[in-house]
């Protein structure tokens, strides 16, 4: 039996546009990859009668809602009391929610309006988070369900990618399954990886794996396998399905292929120079930090990164990293940063980047102008990029991305 | 007469996830700016059945729906049918429109599809574009209505911003304004803030003045003040009354709200940088440059802001910063590198962060562990905090709030 869910994002700064709500696609993502069926979704303010009246059109015509936010402590955080309504029953406090409170404040005193979340409704079952304060319910309505899960992103997804999806397909009663796996491509546009992967496309048409494309400042060009399979070995013959695909596509896309699933540039960089037994380190000007602060999000990151120098004014290029005189928006300046912050930090390998990140050019070099120096073992280069417009967020994220990649090209050929 | 209209995103690719729906919340921003009350905003696939019990829902609770997307030529843009058939009436052929698709193609022959762009529901006022060749639609329906218009922003920008917001202030027959501030709250959780303010929610129930909040790891605590006025003067009398409530707010937060609006905690130390003229350096080492790309996200931060080093390894904290021997996740080891990063770099204030990002614990200190340490001109001082857990990248987010806060306290203090 095909279940079907509605997804309910409950919060008054969702209709006022202040937030806009990215929860509801990533559920409706899930949803599609499980298999379970979601015509509608909604968005409702934190008012008790609308969250009520809309729980009630969902579930006229699903099998399931999820709800996405309103479990907080504040006094706008009512879901806990709509759903109750709905179910026709009263709160308790849950004495498992309360202990965890008093637990996390360790000791302080926990904010009375905290207690708020140890209150769910009489016969739900708690889901307890790893993550945050925010519990979520799973809410039986006659043969039907209503799950709440938190709004904050990273809970919400914690809690739907794991007890809310398996719930839904025990409910469906089905063995099916799901697979998805990224293959991460950097230095290609996204036009060019779909015309070399055409062929794979057609090659799959109509059957139960699938190719998808999904491109990003931060993240590279992603291209998804999606396999579906069913019956006792469901997971067996969905997994065996994308290392086939792998091999296939990795078979036309070659060294174009730096990661998989969530193996970021820095993860791969990381790897690279673990495995070559090499340090970084890092001279970053109009990035001010971003490189660094990739790099060293991996876990064990000491073991293959020194450090970095943010050297945002000439002062510091010259007095820190013995750039020499004259402009430092240019090919010299970037090398030298490199040599300079390799001896400094008294590391194998160094990359660093100067340019310009806007708003206004600088050294008459337009905005998106970028050089990235390089030092492997004493051998210094440099490159010089131009990067597209799009603001000076986008301008520094792309920076970061360019001289990760054209550090891991350069690992890649050098091992 | 208050106006309600609501919002309906129309496109399978929203349900499925592919797309996130940013339209819904820029129109919701627009209503709320003119005064009309947007209580639910739905999504529904590409589905006539669907379309068309939506729009009757919708219409049931409320005075006007705008539709957004499913106008374009393809045999899955199935608006217009479902918007006729709530109408009760047919499709004729709209000869204006039909003369600009003509006139768009120049001398091209349009393609068949596309004729049906040109198909209207009878009764119904074509609003044609200057942008894309989707027109918008107004559909009356009774007393209430019904707008089209594209699902591309760019055109449903152009149509929403102009026509409809017209003709529904035109409908409302009221000179309405919904006018928003946020007041921004660091270093101190959600739960008190909400007590702290409990009086103010008691006080405005039930008037056109409201309070909510809204918080992450890094915007802090956000306190929205939404104000309600009618009248010829209404966005003097809302912006009146967004003032006092900000005056009575301040009153009871006192000097943990740092911003208003969009101001970001790098934003503020910012500013009271550069007022009091002070440059800044950083030492990070557990953060490892999220300080620093924080700080330089802001545009002309050069003005206050040196540079910083990421010590990443104890090695670069003694050479480059004179950390001297011994543990390095303490007290002097934080007074060492905020010391030795403002000589280093020529700065008058320096912040430096060591301390335990996780996975594992270091040198006997649990995750979550920090030490800020501060040399403002000289005078050096340190903290520590231990901070929740939630995962590596969200302790190191929290760290980055937590020494921008404590900068910002002793900031204000000394000026």
Redesign the interface.
Known sequence: MALACEVLAIG???????????N???????L?EAGIS??????????HD?IVA?LH?ALGRSDAVICCGGL?????DITREAIAEVMGVGLRRDQAIEAGLRE?FRGRDV????YRQADVPEGSTPVLA???TAPGLICPVGGKVVYAVPG?P?EMREMVGGPVIEDLVARSGEQATVRSRFLRVWGVPESKVAEVVAPRLGALEGGPTTI?FLANVTEGVRVRITARASGPDATAKATAALDAEEAALRELLGGAVGGVDDEGLEVVVGRLLAHAGLRLA?A?SM???????R???V?G??RW?????????P??KR??LGVGPGPVVTSEAAQEMAAGVRQ???ADVAVSLTGVA??DAQEDQPVGTLFVGLDLQGEVSARKAVLGGGG??LV?ERAATYALDMLRQHLLQAH
Not at 24 to 30: D, Y
Not at 287 to 293: D, E, F, P, Q, Y
Not at 305 to 313: C, L, M, P, W
């Open positions: 008054t700064e969702l209709l006022l546009g202040q937030v806009v709500d990215t509801s696609a990533w559920i409706g993502e899930r599609a979601c015509y509608y979704q909604a968005k409702v303010g934190d008012n609308r809309a059109s907080g402590p504040t006094q706008d996390r904010p009375v309006s905290n790893s993550v945050g904050v990273s998808a890092v970053e990035t001010g930090g971003l490189v660094s602060a790099l060293t999000s876990p990151a000491s990164f020194a450090g970095g120098v943010v050297s945002y004014t002062q510091v007095s820190v400094a930090l008294g806007g708003p000076r967020q520094r």
